[in-house]
């Protein structure tokens, strides 16, 4: 059965899924650029890359709610 609750998690991660990714990929380039160029410390290189990981496993499992079947199509 869907919630179709307006407040849900599961809702705004399958509407904000494509914006995660966009989010990771840019905090991955930002930390690259700064390991690259010397900007960062080390240990701001991987806060940053944290970050992305976050964003991107946040990103897979908003595209996982967004292909989930509603319950309604099968056993």
């Known amino acids: 059965m869907e919630n179709y609750d307006w407040f849900s998690m ?38 940053v890359w944290v970050g992305a990981l976050f964003g991107f496993v946040l990103g897979l499992m908003g595209v996982r709610e967004r292909h989930r079947p509603d319950g309604n199509d099968g056993p």
């Open 10 to 47: 599961r809702r705004w991660l399958a509407r904000f899924s494509f914006s995660l990714f966009i989010v990771a990929f840019y905090l991955l380039w930002v930390g690259y650029k700064g390991l690259r160029d010397h900007t960062f410390e080390d240990w701001r290189v991987m806060i």
